[in-house]
């Protein structure tokens, strides 16, 4: 089991900047792997970025030179950097986290979400 615990979202301008964190507790092998994700409104959630206990990480094409997944293992926590945003990052952004064997697969641990909406 773990428990997930999002903070930082919030209302931005275009080309603002914010920063989630999400702090986790419980198993330690369901947090090798942790993610965030996210749902617009009308949209499938999707996979923004991830990252492993080793520091490996993954980003969708979209966020890709903008947004950066990092971790303090010490901490148990998983930080999103998002700059340079855009009103179509506007979503509701989910921390993740779980076993799995590659990243098309989704962990089983959600945390309740953090609105980040991108508006002028």
């Known amino acids: 089991q773990v428990q997930l615990v999002e903070s930082g979202g919030g209302l931005v301008q275009p080309g603002g900047s914010l920063r989630l964190s999400c702090a986790a507790s419980?198993?330690?092998?369901?947090?090798?792997?942790m993610a965030w994700y996210r749902q617009a409104p009308g949209k499938q959630r999707e996979l923004v970025a991830g990252?492993?206990?080793?520091?490996?990480?993954n980003y969708a094409d979209s966020v890709k030179g903008r947004f950066t997944i990092s971790r303090d293992n010490a901490k148990n926590t998983v930080y999103l950097q998002m700059n340079s945003l855009k009103p179509e990052d506007t979503a509701v952004f989910y921390c993740?986290?779980?076993?799995?064997?590659?990243?098309?697969?989704?962990?089983?641990?959600w945390g309740q979400g953090t609105q980040v909406t991108v508006s002028s």
């Open positions: 419980g198993s330690a092998l369901d947090m090798v792997f």
């Open positions: 990252i492993t206990s080793a520091g490996s990480t």
């Open positions: 993740n986290a779980g076993r799995r064997s590659s990243w098309s697969q989704k962990g089983a641990y």
